[in-house]
């Protein structure tokens, strides 16, 4: 060991080695490089789980999933019933926000794959003795090709035509479902097929959780790649990416029939649980459609975290507003009797309020007191100047340009 020019030790070269040439000592580190190298590539599995190495609103997210995995514990079994209706209303949040959130083509008719998922299954076991193993699957396999039948003609088109199209599809459907009442059971619907688990309240509600993170994790997958950078370039400007050279509407028809295979897997699971059952008026009504849309823009669009966290709040929110039974002096009348005009005013409020809905209030909130707790730094010098919009439009298109070629005409 000898000492360099500033006073500082360096290893000798071994016996055959130039000067210069760096050694292969392994209390050496390379050049260029850092004992706490966080790059995904260095850190391994071990290291993506490690909470330490999670942003704040990761952690956040996984403390909020683990105490929905254990709050059965403190529910009685309506409260687990109403649970497991809830996780599937934010199931069917989740997948319209997946096309309408990401690309920004918005469908007021996503009930209908729900419907199409939901009756393909019930039909399958009811008349044929299928079991929901086989006829679930079945179900979505359906309701994706009802995607691909309503989106390839529609999304291949600029314009309302997909709003158009979607919210005519489920008043044809329920015409259909009217005129084969024989088949479908008309308005009031079928009976409830075989159960998956039985009146068992809180297996049902890990049913549906476990659904619930299964459906999620497939879109944060899928969006949060590199076709997640092109929907998002879609909606923000759809000739931008006809300039890259890639086919736009391949990637919005991608999302529609993705999200509708999940809209079809919720549905199909759904009415083999105690609550559900094949009813339009549970299935795909004009006011479930409404709901939806409504749930996932108080959770925050285009983030599939906040359309998840609107459908909770959306449903459970309702049924404890239907539940109350003190009375409106003035009115001398119990509030259940008002609660979808409370509800209804209650969300307008919200969306004013919080236009960009909770998740990204929540995340607004945090980083100004993060900045605040650092002393008022100014962030700015980090990203180059960027705002954040800035930030987002040189993401995608960095991925775009990372892709192009890749989906050519």
Request: with cysteine; charged share 15%.
């Amino acid at each position: 060991m000898s000492r360099d020019t500033a006073g500082r030790d360096v290893a000798e070269p071994s016996e055959g080695q130039a000067p210069g040439q760096p050694t292969t000592d392994d209390d050496t580190i390379p050049s260029g490089t850092d004992e706490t190298d966080e790059s995904p590539a260095n850190r391994g599995i071990v290291g993506f789980l490690d909470p330490r190495s999670f942003s704040l609103s990761q952690q956040l997210g996984v403390l909020g999933l683990l105490g929905l995995a254990v709050l059965p514990i403190f529910l009685t079994s309506l409260q687990a019933l109403t649970m497991t209706s809830a996780f599937f209303f934010a199931m069917f949040a989740m997948s319209w926000d997946a096309v309408s959130g990401y690309t920004g083509q918005i469908s007021f008719g996503h009930g209908l794959f729900f419907a199409v998922g939901g009756y393909t299954s019930a039909l399958l076991n009811l008349g044929h003795g299928v079991p929901p193993s086989l006829s679930i699957p079945a179900g979505v396999v359906l309701a994706a090709v009802a995607g691909v039948v309503i989106g390839v003609p529609a999304l291949r088109l600029r314009g309302p035509y997909l709003s158009l199209i979607t919210l005519v599809a489920p008043l044809i459907l329920l015409q259909i479902f009217i005129f084969y009442s024989g088949i479908f059971g008309g308005e009031l619907g079928i009976s409830a097929p075989a159960s998956l688990l039985g009146f068992a309240p809180y297996a049902n509600y890990y049913l549906a959780f476990g659904l619930f993170l299964f459906i999620l994790a497939i879109l944060l997958a899928v969006t949060r790649s590199n076709a997640g950078a092109v929907f998002t370039a879609i909606r923000e400007d759809e000739d931008t990416v006809a300039a890259a050279g890639l086919n736009a509407a391949k990637f919005k028809t991608f999302a529609f029939v993705l999200s509708a295979a999940i809209g079809g897997l919720a549905g199909a699971v759904f009415v083999h649980t105690p609550q559900g059952s094949p009813r339009p008026s549970q299935l795909f009504s004009v006011l479930v459609n409404v709901e939806v849309i409504i749930a996932a823009i108080l959770g925050g669009m285009g983030t599939i975290v906040g359309a998840a966290i609107g459908g909770l709040f959306f449903f459970l929110f309702r049924d404890w507003l239907s539940g109350l039974k003190c009375s409106i002096p003035l009115l001398n009348a119990p509030i259940s009797e008002f609660d979808f005009l409370i509800f209804s005013v209650i969300t307008l409020v919200l969306l004013f309020v919080l236009p960009g809905g909770f998740l990204r209030a929540a995340m607004h909130w945090g980083r100004g007191l993060l900045d605040r707790s650092a002393g008022g730094e100014d962030r700015a010098a980090t990203d180059g100047g960027q705002t954040p919009v800035e930030s987002t439009l040189e993401r995608y298109r960095k991925a775009i340009r990372e892709i192009t070629g890749g989906d050519r005409e």
